[in-house]
């Protein structure tokens, strides 16, 4: 048996690839460059090149270098390579590699005891500079220096050039660049004070360690020969100069890349050496791949059109993927009137999928910001479908959004009867006092905590209908809004489960499932509304490229017109879906609920009038119109509510909530046709909950 592994081990690193990976696998020393486009298995390609440059003995094992930027795929990387027997090549971030080279030389290049790294006191720091400067000490204040500095750090920018710098690549945070250019100079003076180097002093004192001292450029480039960089569309300058310093003018490197998926610009990372690499090396073996294991014909058909219309690729770079699996379904369209219709229908093409057996953990709902996770969540949760976080916090861990529920709690609690002021305004009094404004924002951070907070305001917006409508609960409406939170941050904090993956683009970047829904594709939000330059709103368009390509088999693309229910429908669906929703069938491609198209909108039951917002249709009559509501009815209703949340162990208003039950009890539906007519009830709340609550509207009706 320990044979057998053995020889699977060292089989032909060539075996199983394709023309264009055999190439670049076996390309001789020296610079190789290879364009892989997604899905066409360059970590194989990269892995295979290695194990063949050792096994034929043109390297050891042990002078190979391979570096890229997140642990997991270093740490793919290395589970591969130890697949193929090649055993002692060194696979590691950019920033652990430094460290460890950084360590190892201190002695020799500082002296004395090792500098700390700074962890968690990152941001303690920051505040401590602009503190001295007496510039704002916000936590959003002091995340947007923190990402300005390390930005600069990434570009090689020192304080005295950030500047000049800033107004060059229209660099804005919400503060005048020469304060941003004082903080920088004022964290880095504290921090060295203090002894201590951040994440970008690793790149950085490394490269000098190389570039001022032979003995240790010598004794490093002797132990190391030859390198690998995956991502290399990625790379910053920091990066490119560490890399350069490593090589020290010898050229056994292999670079990875795509322009096609360059979106981490923002951070300082430029494709700009990958475009330019044959001219660094007139002699680099140049290798293209572009065959797609990863997608069905139909996603990769989409992706290519999707990236077609990209502005300012150089001929040479640009990739046109070609499918090589069996076909797929077509990826689909959908229009809806606003997110939480939009959430719900895809929480229920989510189950369906489940139901049809794609698994959960193969499943994925993709947004541009992570502020838009929250429609999301407790749509998945009212279906009773498993899901997981990725990348960024979840919404009711967000410091912002537990800072904003501890002062409405308080708020509450000292709230003595009901209040003349309505709800939204008193909301937005008490989330002012955390930096809320009606208006957004500049800086990325500033925005990010912004849109946690308005979303807090917008459900207050939500919810003020329907506690007006619903007169049977007489405690103020602060407090009923606190409830509502409390009950929404319980139900989504489920046991860890293999449930369906929400992740914002970004964090999608190097994952692939075998189903992908990519939501809230409105202009404003993909490309979002900031990015005012044709190259900001290029890299949307290379983001929105790779949430395409993250699809193996199903493919959903959605928005809607609204934020909210009843809302104005004022947006317009992405610019780049422009071309690739067909126009000429659209009443087939893009598929609205027919309860929701023009000319059909809800009407008063009561005197007529156009419902607008979402409790009035669902209660089927205006706000301010009479109820019929049989209050025994209800009451029962609320008390079958209750043992039901109880015997599956979820809060009351996942199963219905209050403004349901009201409708249920106003309306009382004889039949499933007349449930589902109840706006917010679904295939899915009927089928669970439906022949419960038709039995208990049937014991309500005299002589049956």
Not at 74 to 90: I, P, W, Y
Not at 300 to 319: F, H, Q, T, W
Request: hydrophobic content about 40%; overall charge neutral.
């Amino acid at each position: 048996m320990a044979s057998a592994q053995r020889s699977s081990r060292l089989r032909d690193p060539l075996d199983g690839l394709d023309p264009e990976q055999r190439a670049a696998a076996s390309a001789p020393r020296g610079p190789v460059c290879v364009l892989a486009g997604a899905g066409t298995g360059k970590t194989r390609t990269i892995t295979r090149r290695i194990a063949y440059l050792v096994r034929q003995g043109h390297v050891a094992a042990g002078q190979v270098l391979a570096v890229t930027f997140t642990a997991r795929a270093a740490g793919e990387l290395r589970a591969r390579l130890r697949q193929l027997g090649v055993d002692g090549a060194q696979a590691r971030t950019f920033h652990a590699a430094a460290l460890r080279q950084l360590r190892y030389f201190w002695p020799r290049v500082v002296g004395g005891e090792h500098w700390d790294l700074i962890d968690n006191n990152k941001l303690r720091l920051v505040g401590l500079a602009a503190g001295k400067l007496g510039m704002p000490t916000e936590t959003e204040v002091l995340r947007d220096l923190a990402g300005e500095i390390e930005w600069a750090k990434a570009c090689l920018v020192g304080p005295d050039d950030y500047p000049s710098v800033a107004l060059a690549r229209r660099r804005d945070i919400g503060h005048p660049a020469e304060r941003v250019a004082e903080a920088y100079r004022t964290y880095e003076e504290l921090k060295n004070d203090r002894r201590l180097l951040d994440f970008d002093d690793l790149l950085l004192h490394t490269t000098a360690a190389l570039e001022e001292h032979r003995g240790v450029a010598e004794e490093f480039r002797d132990r190391y020969r030859c390198f690998v960089v995956d991502e290399y569309q990625d790379i910053t300058p920091a990066q490119q100069r560490l890399l350069q310093a490593w090589l020290g003018g010898r050229d056994d490197v292999t670079v990875v890349g795509d322009v096609n998926q360059t979106i981490y610009s923002f951070g300082g990372a430029s494709p700009r050496p990958l475009l330019d690499f044959t001219r660094k090396y007139p002699d680099a073996t140049v290798v293209r791949l572009e065959r797609d294991y990863r997608s069905t014909p139909q996603v990769v058909e989409l992706a290519n059109r999707v990236i077609s219309g990209a502005r300012g690729r150089p001929a040479g770079a640009r990739l046109r993927l070609v499918g090589q699996r069996p076909d797929g379904p077509r990826p689909t369209f959908a229009e809806y009137d606003d997110e939480p219709t939009e959430a719900a229908a895809v929480a229920r093409k989510v189950r369906d999928l489940v139901g049809a057996g794609v698994p959960a953990g193969e499943i994925a709902v993709l947004f541009r910001v992570n502020a838009q996770s929250e429609t999301y969540e407790r749509a998945l949760a009212d279906a009773g479908v498993p899901y997981q976080i990725r990348g960024g916090e979840r919404f009711f861990a967000r410091q912002e959004v537990r800072q904003a529920m501890t002062a409405l709690r308080t708020a509450a609690a000292a709230q003595t009867g009901a209040s003349a002021t309505d709800l939204p305004t008193m909301v937005g009094q008490i989330l002012s006092q955390l930096g809320w404004s009606p208006r957004q924002p500049t800086g990325g951070a500033a925005r990010e905590r912004w849109s946690g907070l308005q979303a807090l305001h917008e459900l207050a917006q939500d919810l003020e209908p329907e506690f007006r409508a619903i007169s049977t609960d007489e405690r103020p409406a602060l407090a009923r809004y606190v409830a509502e939170l409390e009950q929404r941050a319980a139900s989504q904090h489920p046991p860890e489960v293999d449930g369906v993956t929400l992740a914002s683009l970004h964090a999608a970047k190097g994952l692939e499932w075998d189903a992908v829904f990519l939501v809230g594709l409105a202009d404003g939000t993909v490309p979002i509304q900031h990015a005012t330059t044709d190259d900001a709103v290029e890299e949307e368009r290379r983001l929105f490229y790779v949430g395409v390509t993250r699809a193996r088999e199903h493919l959903a693309l959605s928005w809607s017109l609204s934020r909210t229910p009843g809302g104005r429908p004022h947006r317009r669906r992405s610019r780049f879906l422009h071309g690739l929703v067909p126009e000429e069938d659209a009443a087939r491609s893009v598929r609205r609920p027919a309860r929701h198209r023009a000319g059909s909108r809800a009407v008063c039951r009561v005197c007529g009038r156009a419902l607008n917002s979402t409790v009035e249709v669902k209660l089927g009559r205006c706000a301010d119109c009479p109820s019929d509501v049989d209050e025994e009815l209800l009451e029962r209703l609320r008390q079958w509510r209750g043992e039901k949340a109880r015997e599956l162990g979820v809060p009351a208003f996942v199963v219905f909530t209050d403004a349901t039950l009201v409708a249920i009890a106003e309306q009382r539906p004889a039949d499933v046709r007349g449930l589902v007519s109840i706006s917010g009830i679904g295939a899915t709340k009927v089928e669970r909950f439906g022949e419960d609550v038709l039995t208990l509207l049937t014991e309500d009706v005299p002589g049956r």
